[in-house]
Every structure is written in structure tokens, then in C-alpha cells.
């Protein structure tokens, strides 16, 4: 088994690396997290984590996972096989990431999302999860995206609050999408926009 971890690298206790892996400088791996209980952190064979990367701990990661620099993965997530998160994306907690997702640079994937097999993420595409931030309950209403197998989210889209894309969708750069797509669409625009002052 050939591990390879650079001497500026900090591997916490609990976690378990695969053959093959790769993390490279600056990186932390299986950080702390509030009302952490003793949770393990795997990461499967053949991955690269690149320069900077923090990944919390808790998180279950396949093979073939790969970073860019300064990717930021949160605690407690699943993450499947031959996955690939960009340069500066940040990834919360309690997100499921399915087989060959790809995610590119500076994207924003909140907690309780769920990217579905073979998913596209563009760069600077940002999914939320809570309609109404400075809410006193926001917290209890979070609604997590869901996007499904093979969908494409492109460049700079918002995807709003408890949206689900559908299997081979395609939203085009720049968009805005409130509502649920259909499977095998092309969305493009401003598709929706909620016209409710208040869903709580």
C-alpha cells in the first residue's frame, strides 16, 4: 500500500485512507466539528487531495475521489465513487453525493442536497437550502436541491430552495430556478420565482 502525505499535511485520528492516496500540502483531514462523537472518516483508494483542502470528519468517501486547491468538505457526508470537487467549492454537511458527480470550481452545495449519478456542477453554481435566511426559524425549514442522475447545472446558476432537476436536464449558464424541471429539459433564464411573502 503506497500512501503519499506531505509533511505540511495533518491527518487527525479516525481516519482511514485508501491505497493510492494522495494528499498534498496544507491539507487537513478529518477535522472537528460541533457535537462530534468519535465519527470516522474513510477515504477510498486512488485519491487526490489537493493543496489546501479541508475535509471534515465523519464523511464517507469512495474510490477515485479527487480535489482541487481549497476545496472545503464538511462533516458527515456520503460521497460515492470517482467524484471530483473544484478549486475553492465548498461542500456542507449531510450531503449525499452519488457515483461519478462532478463539481467544478468555486461551486456552493448546502446541507441536505442530493446529487445524483453522473450529475454535472458547474463552476460558480450555488444550490440553496432555506427561502428565507433571517428567518428566526430558518433553521427548521431547510430543503435541500435534489439533482438528478445526469443532470447538468451550468455556469453561475442558483438553484433555489427544495428544487428537484430532473434526470438529464440541462439549466443553462446563468440561470435561476425556483421550480421542480422536468426530466430531459432544457431550462434557460429566470425559469420561476416564488410569489408567496411568507412560507412558514
Known amino acids: 500500500m503506497t500512501i503519499k502525505v506531505a509533511s505540511t499535511a495533518i491527518i487527525h485520528p479516525g481516519v482511514k485512507l485508501g491505497e493510492n492516496t ?11 466539528f460541533k457535537g462530534m462523537k468519535n465519527e470516522k472518516t474513510i477515504i477510498g483508494d ?3 487531495i489537493r493543496a489546501g483542502t479541508y475535509i471534515y470528519a465523519g464523511n464517507q468517501i469512495g474510490e477515485n475521489f479527487q480535489t482541487g486547491n ?3 468538505i464538511r462533516e458527515l457526508n456520503i460521497i460515492g465513487n470517482d467524484v471530483s470537487v473544484g478549486t475553492l467549492s465548498v461542500i456542507e454537511h449531510h450531503v449525499s453525493i452519488a457515483n ?6 468555486q461551486a456552493f452545495i448546502p446541507e441536505y442536497s442530493i446529487l445524483d449519478k453522473e450529475s ?3 463552476p460558480n453554481v450555488v444550490l440553496t437550502n432555506v427561502k428565507y ?12 436541491v435534489h439533482i438528478k442522475e445526469k443532470a447538468i447545472i451550468g455556469a453561475n446558476s442558483t438553484i433555489l430552495p427544495g428544487v428537484t432537476v430532473g434526470s438529464g436536464s440541462l439549466i443553462g449558464a446563468g440561470s435561476t430556478v425556483a421550480k421542480d424541471v422536468p ?5 434557460l433564464g429566470k425559469s420561476a420565482a416564488y410569489n408567496r411573502k411568507n412560507d412558514y
Do not use: F, Q
Not at 22 to 32: K, P
Not at 133 to 144: F, Q, V
Open 46 to 48: 486512488n485519491a487526490t
Open 100 to 105: 461519478g458527480v462532478r463539481i467544478h470550481s
Open 120 to 122: 454535472w456542477i458547474g
Open 133 to 144: 435566511p433571517t428567518h428566526p426559524h430558518a433553521k427548521d425549514n431547510i430543503s435541500g
Open 22 to 32: 494522495i494528499i498534498e500540502d496544507y491539507c487537513i483531514v478529518g477535522l472537528s
Open 70 to 72: 481549497k476545496a472545503n
Open 183 to 187: 426530466e430531459s429539459v432544457i431550462i
